[in-house]
């Protein structure tokens, strides 16, 4: 992905006592041009814990398409954090 926001995290799963470095990336809006999808704008995201890459969000103008995949990236860390997951920043990629 070209342009994109790439967040840094250290995610400690539950009884564990080392924290894995994990990246979140949201690409930027793009217009798909052919397709059942055809016109719609999407973002392509990528998440921890979760097997797919490149999980595309959708929407149908870039605005929207960018907010969706911001909205998936918060329900996702909410449901890690749910499950026990600790969630601690990272500062220029080093814990």
């Known amino acids: 992905m070209k342009n994109?926001?790439?967040i840094s995290l250290l995610l400690k799963k539950p009884n564990d006592a080392q924290a894995?470095?994990?990246?979140?990336?949201?690409?930027?809006?793009?217009?798909?041009?052919?397709?059942?999808?055809?016109g719609v704008y999407t973002c392509e995201t990528s998440l921890p814990t979760i097997e797919k890459k490149n999980l595309p969000i959708c929407a149908d103008n870039?605005?929207?398409a960018l907010?969706?995949?911001?909205?998936?990236?918060?329900?996702?860390l909410q449901g890690l954090v749910?499950?026990?997951y600790e969630i601690s920043e990272v500062?220029?990629?080093e814990p």
């Open 82 to 84: 749910n499950r026990g």
């Open 91 to 93: 500062e220029n990629g």
């Open 20 to 38: 894995n470095l994990e990246n979140i990336t949201i690409g930027s809006p793009k217009k798909i041009l052919e397709g059942k999808l055809a």
């Open 62 to 64: 870039p605005l929207d």
């Open 67 to 76: 907010l969706n995949a911001v909205e998936c990236v918060k329900i996702c």
């Open 4 to 6: 994109m926001l790439k």
